[in-house]
C-alpha cells in the first residue's frame, strides 16, 4: 500500500514538473527563434520569417517594382500552395481511373466477347455517316488519341518512363510530347465545334432512350437483344453531351488558357485552368475509352460504320431498330445506299461476321 502511495506521489510530482517544463522549453525555442531572426535582420534585411510572412500574406511595403506586367508585384502568390497540393491527388485519381476503365473495358471483353448481331447481313448497305460528319470524326478521334498519350507523358512520363528509359531517351520522348500537344491541339479546337454543330441534332431525348436506360441498352441480357434505339442510343448521347460536349469545351477552353500565357493571364488563372484542364482531360481519357471500345474491337460492324459510312441493313435493325423504320419509311436523313461502291461492301460484310 505503501509503494502505491509513494509512486503516486513520484507521479504527480512528475507531471507537476513537466506541466512547468514544457511552456519554459517552448517559450525558450520561441526565444531562440526569434533571436535568430532578429540576427538575420542585421545581416540579411528582408530575408527573414517575417517579411516573408508578409510577403506570402501579400502586405504592400514589401512588394513594389518597377517591372511592368501582370503581378510583378507579387513575390510569393499564396494560391500556388493549394495548386501545389491540389495537382498530385488529381493527377493520381485519373492515373487509376484510366486504369481501372482499361481493366473494366478487357473484363467485359473476356465476359462477353465482341457484340455481334443475330442474322445474317442482308448485304443491303445504308449510309449512316455523311463523308463530312465521318471527316470531322476523326479529326477529333485522331487528335483526341495523340492529346490524351502526350498529356498522359506530361503528367506521368517522370514516374512512369523515366526511370525505364534514363534522362536521354526520355527527355527526348518529353520534348516530342510536349511539342505534338501544343501543335495537336489547336486541330482539338477548331474541330471540336463542328463536331458539335454536325452531331447535335440526333443526341436529343427522344422515345425509347428511357426504356433503353431502364435496360441499359440490353448489353447485360442473357438474350444478347438490344432495346430499340434511335439514330445514337442513349449512351451515346450522354457520351456526346458529357464528353464532347461538357469536358471537350472545358478541356478546349482550359488548355487555350494555358496554350497562349499572353493575354494577362495571372498565376492564379493558370493555376486554375491546369486544374481544370487534368481533370477534365482524364474524365475523358475514361469515356473515350468505353467509346474507343466499342468503335474497335466491342462491337462488329461499328468501325466500318464510321471508317466507310456505310453499315448493313441487319446491323441498323439490330443496333438502332428505330432509327431503321425511320430510313425504311424515308423519314431518316440517311437513306438505303444500293449503289454503294463493291469494296465498302466487302468491308461492310467483313466488318460484321469478324
Ligand atoms: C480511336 C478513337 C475512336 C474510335 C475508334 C471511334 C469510333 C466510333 C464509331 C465506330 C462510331 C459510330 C458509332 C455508331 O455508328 O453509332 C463513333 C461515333 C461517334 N464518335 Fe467516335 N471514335 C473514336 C474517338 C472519338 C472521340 C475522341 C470523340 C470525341 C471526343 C468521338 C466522338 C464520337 C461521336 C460524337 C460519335 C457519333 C455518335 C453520337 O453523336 O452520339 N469519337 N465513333
Not at 503528367?155 to 512512369?160: D, I, L, M, P, T
Request: net charge positive; aromatic share 12%; charged share 15%.
Amino acid at each position: 500500500m505503501m509503494r502505491l502511495f509513494s509512486c503516486k506521489r513520484l507521479f504527480a510530482l512528475l507531471a507537476v514538473l513537466f506541466a512547468l517544463a514544457v511552456p519554459a522549453a517552448v517559450q525558450a525555442a520561441e526565444d531562440s527563434g526569434a533571436k535568430e531572426q532578429a540576427q538575420r535582420q542585421q545581416v540579411q534585411p528582408g530575408n527573414n520569417a517575417p517579411v516573408w510572412r508578409d510577403v506570402r500574406e501579400g502586405v504592400n511595403p514589401y512588394q513594389t517594382t518597377q517591372v511592368r506586367g501582370v503581378e510583378t508585384n507579387v513575390l510569393v502568390q499564396p494560391s500556388g500552395q493549394s495548386w501545389r497540393q491540389l495537382r498530385p491527388p488529381i493527377a493520381l485519381t485519373g492515373g487509376l481511373l484510366i486504369a481501372g476503365a482499361l481493366l473494366a473495358v478487357f473484363g467485359f471483353y473476356w465476359w462477353r466477347g465482341p457484340i455481334e448481331v443475330h442474322e445474317k447481313g442482308t448485304g443491303r448497305l445504308i449510309k449512316r455517316f455523311s463523308d463530312v460528319e465521318r471527316f470531322t470524326h476523326w479529326t477529333v478521334a485522331i487528335s483526341v488519341c495523340v492529346l490524351a498519350i502526350t498529356g498522359l507523358i506530361i503528367s506521368f512520363g517522370k514516374y512512369a518512363l523515366l526511370p525505364i528509359l534514363g534522362y536521354t531517351l526520355f527527355s527526348w520522348i518529353a520534348i516530342t510530347a510536349k511539342n505534338l500537344h501544343n501543335f495537336v491541339a489547336p486541330v482539338f479546337f477548331f474541330t471540336l465545334p463542328v463536331m458539335i454543330v454536325l452531331f447535335i441534332r440526333d443526341n436529343f431525348p427522344e422515345k425509347g432512350d428511357l426504356k433503353w436506360l431502364l435496360s441499359f441498352g440490353g448489353l447485360f441480357s442473357k438474350s444478347g437483344r438490344e432495346t430499340p434505339s434511335g439514330r445514337f442510343n442513349l449512351g451515346e448521347k450522354v457520351l456526346f453531351w458529357l464528353m464532347v460536349c461538357a469536358l471537350g469545351i472545358a478541356i478546349a477552353a482550359s488548355g487555350a488558357v494555358l496554350l497562349f500565357p499572353n493575354f494577362d493571364q495571372g498565376r492564379e488563372l493558370m493555376q486554375s485552368a491546369n486544374i481544370v484542364h487534368i481533370a477534365c482531360a482524364m474524365t475523358m481519357i475514361v469515356l473515350a475509352s468505353f467509346h474507343i471500345y466499342l468503335g474497335t474491337i466491342g462491337m462488329n460492324g461499328a468501325y466500318e460504320a464510321m471508317r466507310t459510312g456505310y453499315v448493313d441493313e441487319t446491323w441498323a435493325k439490330e443496333h438502332h431498330q428505330l432509327w431503321y423504320d425511320e430510313v425504311k419509311a424515308g423519314r431518316a436523313r440517311q437513306h438505303f445506299a444500293d449503289d454503294a461502291p463493291a469494296d465498302v461492301r466487302t468491308q461492310v460484310a467483313e466488318g460484321l461476321k469478324a
